[in-house]
């Protein structure tokens, strides 16, 4: 299967087709995903669970300091079992492209997903000077 299927082409906050008919409930992720790691596949299979969602749907946002570009995050977070549709909201109104969907369960990660960037860019560091945390 080629999960880039998944991903719904812009311009939001109304794809190009139009938005399929999502199976109801509907839950809404947003995040940067850069990087996705364990922590994100297991969050959206949590969401799922908790939300009893028929459908999770997870909106990439623009980071201020991405090492990924957009599309390409789309493309990993599209590979997770858990996520049927992916989005990626470059700019656009989150707030209004959410709201037009009408979803029973929305999470945000950016502040999640900064912290985890955060810690990524600190293990490197530490590697790269040979060095072990605490130090």
Do not use: C, N
Not at 46 to 70: D, H, K, Q
Not at 76 to 104: F, K, N
Request: aromatic fraction near 6%.
């Amino acid at each position: 299967m080629d999960t880039r299927s998944k991903i719904l082409d812009g311009p939001f906050p109304v794809p190009s087709g139009g938005w399929p008919e999502f199976a109801r409930p509907l839950a809404v992720v947003t995040g940067y995903f850069d990087v996705l790691r364990g922590e994100h596949a297991r969050e959206f299979e949590r969401v799922r669970e908790t939300a009893g969602a028929a459908t999770v749907l997870a909106i990439v946002l623009s980071s201020p300091a991405e090492l990924l570009p957009p599309r390409a995050r789309a493309e990993l977070v599209a590979a997770l079992r858990a996520v049927d549709y992916v989005a990626v909201a470059d700019g656009a109104d989150v707030e209004g492209l959410v709201a037009s969907i009408h979803p029973a369960h929305v999470v945000r990660l950016e502040e999640a997903d900064q912290g985890r960037l955060r810690e990524l860019r600190e293990h490197v560091r530490l590697r790269t000077h040979g060095l072990k945390p605490g130090r």
